[in-house]
């Protein structure tokens, strides 16, 4: 095959999945075609800590009571990385989970749940991107 390819379908639940009978059912029988159902990432108990997107993910989709234990949970995780580099992206993707999850709240008050110092977190691009819109 000339240029392989392979994709990706995300669906939150498995009730909302169409079966593609009328256009598409043949692509969906390939096996080109990953579904990933949210529904079952959410109740992984142990993450594999290798696998900081799953995690990521699950962060996205846990209830909102769970999101800032599974937050210390991954930070924990990040915090090991001995790359600098690594560990900020990580925060950052962090970070923004928590702002659009969490929007109700300061970034103080996510910063004190969460036990991240004043200096982890103004090393963020987020942090630093807001920094400069209110310049």
């Known amino acids: 095959m000339i240029h392989p390819w392979q994709a990706v379908v995300i669906y ?3 009730k909302v999945e169409t079966d593609g009978s009328l256009h598409y059912s043949t692509l969906l029988e390939s096996d080109r075609i990953k579904r990933i159902y949210l ?5 992984i108990k142990d993450p594999p800590t290798d696998r900081m997107g799953l995690q990521l993910i699950q962060l996205i989709v846990v209830e909102d009571d769970k999101t800032i234990i599974t937050a210390q949970n ?3 995780h990040i915090k090991i990385q001995t790359d600098q580099e690594t560990v900020k992206h990580w925060l950052e993707w962090v970070e923004t989970i928590l702002v659009y999850k969490l929007p109700r709240l300061s970034r103080e008050e996510i910063q ?7 200096i982890e977190l103004k090393q963020t ?4 991107d807001v920094f400069t819109e209110g310049q």
């Open 12 to 14: 939150p639940t498995r």
């Open 39 to 43: 529904e079952d990432i959410k109740d």
């Open 74 to 76: 991954l930070l924990k």
């Open 112 to 118: 004190k749940m969460l036990g991240y110092n004043d």
């Open 125 to 128: 691009r987020f942090y630093q």
